[in-house]
């Protein structure tokens, strides 16, 4: 559960928008033999820049989700029981996990969320980041193949089902740290993986996501996420309504939904994440055109979408 099987890393499915910096120092890092943890917000494209890297470099790329689920032998690989029973323990009844197939590879193994693996996990990768083989018991040694790496991703902000990440590992590894993106930068992102709408509106949309992440009520903001779903969710609204794209009320109804389960509220706030929703929505676009009576009015009524 949670691992990904090996496959060639190809080309970003989406471009690296406003992370040259962060990709020259990955890229540095990666050559000088540096085993690298992206740390940052969710959104801020960890997964999508070490897939620019790896495909530009045509490199292999292993995927593992960190979970609390991911156990030592899901991460490293276990003997196929029915063979070993017929076959005797050998590498030939082994299964590699990512770990083994990643060492074996000499591929980059990207640990998402890093901070959720339990500890006996995370012992596994430090021996390996230290030693630069795996000892496996009734196998024996795999060493790792030139251009093995590790890169880990973890978000510093989520506090839920994590752990803290011990000394031992940022001993033995580089860290880049990785904000949000600018607002121009935001916006290019919305572009490309959003349908084409008014320019000035979808820019207006990444403000309202951005204000999320300044709010005294708001722990923890939207990612640009929230910002391509809401224009997303809105153009399908637009069009199941009859109205345009930058209608107040439809777009509201889609913040609501695109944004309330997004923003993480602070324990100290009073309100509900619709109401800051509302509030930053009226805030970014206005108060509601008196021309817009007779649209239909979810998200603007009490106990609305």
């Known amino acids: ?25 990955l890229v540095a890092a990666l050559e000088a033999g540096a085993h690298v943890v992206l740390e940052g917000p969710p959104g801020t494209g960890k997964t999508t820049l070490l897939r620019e890297v790896a495909g530009e470099a045509d490199l292999p790329f292993v995927f593992v989700e960190g979970n609390a689920e991911l156990t030592p032998a899901r991460l490293v690989g276990t003997f196929d029981p029915a063979q070993v029973l017929d076959r005797g323990y050998g590498p030939e009844t082994f299964v590699d996990g990512p770990l083994a197939e990643a060492l074996r590879l000499g591929a980059l193994l990207y640990v998402e969320e890093i901070n959720r693996i339990p500890e006996e996990t995370l012992n596994v990768l430090i021996t390996v980041m230290s030693e630069g083989e795996l000892h496996v018991p009734r196998l024996g040694r795999i060493v790792a ?24 590992v940022y001993d033995r590894v580089c860290r880049i740290a990785m904000g949000y993106q600018t607002a121009q930068d935001e916006t290019a992102v919305v572009a490309l993986r959003g349908p084409a709408v008014d320019e000035r509106w979808r820019a207006r949309v990444v403000a309202l996501v951005r204000r999320t992440r300044e709010h005294p009520d708001v722990a923890v903001g939207s990612s640009v996420r929230g910002a391509i779903d809401l224009v997303r969710i809105t153009a399908a609204l637009a069009a199941r309504r009859g109205r345009d794209v ?16 997004r923003i993480r509220l602070a324990d100290s706030a009073a309100r509900t994440a619709e109401d800051v929703v509302r509030e930053l929505y009226r805030a970014e676009f206005g108060e509601r055109p008196r021309d817009d009576a007779d649209t239909v009015d979810g998200g603007d009524a009490p106990g609305g979408a």
């Open 145 to 168: 193949a030139s251009g093995f790496r590790l890169v880990a991703a973890m978000n510093p902000f989520d506090a839920v089902g994590t752990a803290r990440i011990s000394s031992a």
């Open 246 to 261: 930058t209608d107040w009320v439809t777009g509201l109804d889609a913040a609501l939904v695109a944004l309330s389960g």
């Open 1 to 25: 559960m949670g691992v990904d099987v090996v496959t060639p890393a190809g080309p970003a499915t989406v471009p690296v928008v406003g992370r040259s910096r962060e990709v020259e120092l």
